[in-house]
């Protein structure tokens, strides 16, 4: 394989740069063409497609945000639009695509290979930890940093004043990040859509620990679960001497230099995925599982992802009061 090209798609995250950076640095090394392609598959359409040297991915392992820049494209749903796209690459003699994002991302590389025989493969990015075939997603511990730091921040006003806090942070569907933040946190409540729960079992916590002498609480909450809208109010009119306040952390998630964690991810898997465009393969993703290194079809992601365990999420609500 002598061309190929890469993308950053959906949601950007942290290490995305890093991923860009290792996968254009390592097809080089093999005497690769290496393409940038802007704003994911927008820019296959819109042809924003350049030839990449080394000076474009120097001193890149530590910045956030994306150097391709990234955009969602949902009209690459439609059979249509993904043909003119792979006649867009071919035009371009594209050989190869490394598509670095999340399941939907996977789903456009899929496709593109399924129908088009474009030999793709997927790195996963995105804070979300949410696809399946890799325990780590790119970005999703920067992410929970971010998440560690705000949560010490908020705690110090909490206690200060005897209030109580609910911490909103992303994750889409997935309660990766609002589980594990919430264990290394120690968090006083975790809501995540993937475990029922209501706001009696915080109120439960809350008045233990006001049993404890504890004054103050700092709840953390994924942006997913079902009764987010009201959970404030809800607290307030079960115990109306609290103040609760909502904090919804938002797009700070994403940004910021990635974690060393984050950037070592992002290098093995980019140095895996230049080896299997080089050996000819397609239709898969990359992950780590078990410190591994493996590889799936690209529809394992979103064919293969499960629930989070009750287990877990009882062992968390434990440590809470
Ligand atoms: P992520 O990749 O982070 O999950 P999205 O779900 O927003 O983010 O998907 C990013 C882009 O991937 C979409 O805007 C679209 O261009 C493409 N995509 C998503 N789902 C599909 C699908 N079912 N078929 C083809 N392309 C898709
Ligand atoms: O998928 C990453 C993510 O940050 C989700 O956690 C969040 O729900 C979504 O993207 C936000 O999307 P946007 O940047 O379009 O507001």
């Not at 740069?17 to 927008?42: D, F, H, L, P, Q």
């Not at 290979?113 to 780590?136: L, Q, R």
């Not at 990635?258 to 050996?279: F, Q, S």
């Amino acid at each position: 394989m002598k061309k190929i090209a890469i993308l950053t798609s959906g949601g950007d995250s942290q290490g995305m740069n890093a991923a860009i950076r290792v996968v254009a640095k390592t097809a080089m090394s093999k005497g690769m063409e290496v393409y940038g392609i802007r704003r994911g598959y927008k820019g296959i359409l819109d042809k924003d497609i350049f030839k990449m040297n080394s000076l474009d991915v120097a001193g890149l392992a530590g910045k956030g945000g994306t150097m391709l820049l990234s955009a969602r494209l949902p009209e690459f749903k439609d059979p249509e639009v993904r043909t003119k796209a792979a006649n867009i690459l071919k035009e371009f003699g594209i050989e190869g695509l490394v598509v670095i994002g999340g399941d939907g991302s996977f789903h456009g590389a899929h496709y593109l290979y399924e129908e088009h025989g474009i030999k793709t493969v997927g790195i996963p990015g995105t804070i979300d930890n949410d696809i399946a075939g890799t325990d780590y997603t790119i970005g999703y511990d920067t992410a929970l940093n971010i998440v560690l730091e705000s949560f010490n921040q908020i705690r110090d006003t909490a206690k200060s004043h005897d209030r109580t806090f609910i911490i909103e942070v992303m994750g889409r569907n997935c309660g990766d990040i609002a589980l594990n933040a919430g264990i290394a946190c120690g968090a006083n409540g975790i809501l995540i859509p993937e475990v029922e729960s209501t706001v009696d079992d915080i109120i439960k916590i809350i008045k233990k620990r006001r049993a404890e002498n504890k004054f103050y609480d700092v709840i953390i909450m994924s942006e997913g679960w079902k009764g987010k809208e009201t959970i404030a109010q809800d607290l307030k009119e079960r115990m109306p001497e609290l103040e609760p306040k909502v904090v919804v952390l938002g797009h700070i998630q994403r940004g910021g230099s990635p974690t060393a964690a984050d950037r070592l991810l992002a290098t093995k898997l980019g140095v895996k995925a230049v080896e299997l465009l080089e050996e000819g393969q397609s239709g898969l993703m990359v992950g780590v599982q078990s410190s591994n290194i493996v590889t799936h079809k690209l529809s394992y992601a979103w064919e293969n992802y499960h629930k989070k365990s009750q287990e877990d999420y009882d062992v968390a609500m434990m440590l809470s009061v």
